[in-house]
């Protein structure tokens, strides 16, 4: 079946519950995506950078043009909304329920009828066999602290594509992170101060985010696995994927270990095979 199994709200629900049951703390991910501070963040991640990587996963992929596309871990949309207006039928699913509520919101407002969103939690299937393409953009994996849990991630991926569906991620190039991190950074403007502090330790990519404004002073932190192109590669198998092309820049440059500044993947669930008698 290709019905939606997920326990998740849609855009027009009165309530978004959450995801996760509250008997733990809040996770990393969730309390700092939840945040006002990280639209502040990331400012500069806009609207213009979402088209142009949808027009690489276009040139790459070549959907159909009714295809029906997952967006894991969508954020506030961005991306779903550059594939929406490309004519795709777009499913958004996020864990938190604030970026949901936004990319609700600016879809509505650009009249994005086909563009739907849902609080969900990427590790569980969305359904089974219902999506022509899945994407995972903006290196929205690796977060957990659990790698089994990143697996099961590319699972309920391999799980919600149709026989021969593909998926297109957007990752991190682990080979030239830890070069690139200065030891501190800060900016103020309109009176927030932000002071961004990175290092790298036991595989993982960590970061430590501090707010002040108005005499107030907040911390967040990110911490994601760096994975390189071979762990992905090994991990799409082990879901049943195949990894296809990859990619450096959203551009389409070639991947080159050392000196790109993305890791784009494009894999795809095999078709199925054919049964003897139909030889």
Known sequence: TSRLTSPTAACNSPTLPLALPRSQPM???????????YTQVYDH??????????TLLEQEVAPAPDAHILDLACGRGRHARALARRGYRVTGIDLSE??????????????????TFRVGDMREPVCHGCADGVVNLFTSF???????????????????LRPG????????????????????????????????ERWVDDGRVH???????????ET?????????????DAMYAAAGLELVAVFGDYDGAPYVPDRSPRLLLHARRPSAPARPDDA
């Open 207 to 217: 970061k430590t985010i501090t707010v002040r404004h108005n005499g107030n002073t």
């Open 27 to 37: 996770p990393w991910y969730e309390d700092w995506f939840w945040s006002d501070a």
């Open 45 to 54: 991640r806009d609207e213009a950078e979402a088209e142009r990587l949808v």
């Open 142 to 160: 690796g977060y957990f602290e659990d790698d089994a849990d990143d697996h099961r991630v590319l699972a309920a991926v391999a799980t919600a």
């Open 220 to 232: 967040f932190r990110e911490s994601v696995r760096l994975y390189t192109l071979d762990d992905l």
């Open 165 to 196: 569906g593909w998926f297109f991620q957007d990752f991190l190039n682990a080979s030239t992170v830890a070069d690139s991190l200065g030891t501190s950074e800060e900016h103020t403007d309109d009176g927030t101060t932000i002071r961004q």
């Open 98 to 115: 604030t970026a949901i509520e936004a990319a609700c919101t600016e879809a509505a407002d650009e009249g994005l009828s086909h563009a």
